[in-house]
């Protein structure tokens, strides 16, 4: 079980992290759940994934996204014209050092691709709103 003082520091770093991300406006994105086809769907899912998958990665194992559903996926083109970006909104449970379980009901992650590559990159949470704890600690 975690002492107060790992349970405050990890708090603190969550709120820094949080505070130093950069916000995104949603002008001129566009649901790739809108008007859904089975095709759209799935390739929403895989992004999706790909970007929970990328985010556990990087931030792991202080700060684990777990269970996630699904709110919508939105993509649009860069000014470059090269690059797609794309936001997903999930919900989820943000897990802190595998021990304290938050429900996280709003969370938005914001990625790139460029046209030349197969990858996304520079992944970065958004937005993040935590609600009640759920589990133990």
């Known amino acids: 079980m975690a002492s107060s003082g790992h349970l405050l520091r990890s708090v603190l770093l969550l709120l ?14 566009k649901s790739m759940l809108y008007g859904e086809t ?11 994934n790909s970007l929970i998958e990328m985010y556990n990665l990087k931030n792991g194992p202080l700060f684990t996204l777990a269970i996630p559903q699904m709110v919508d996926v939105f993509s649009r083109v860069a000014d470059d014209g090269i690059t797609t970006e794309y936001m997903v909104d999930i919900a989820a449970f943000l897990i802190i050092r595998g021990e304290i379980w938050w429900l996280a009901p709003k969370i ?30």
């Open 16 to 29: 820094l992290l949080l505070a130093t991300t950069p916000t995104t406006t949603a002008t001129n994105w």
């Open 38 to 48: 089975e095709a759209k769907y799935y390739a929403a899912r895989g992004i999706m």
């Open 108 to 137: 938005r992650l914001f990625s790139q691709k460029s046209r030349y590559e197969n990858s996304l990159e520079n992944i970065r949470v958004v937005t993040m709103k935590l609600s009640k704890k759920v589990g133990p600690g």
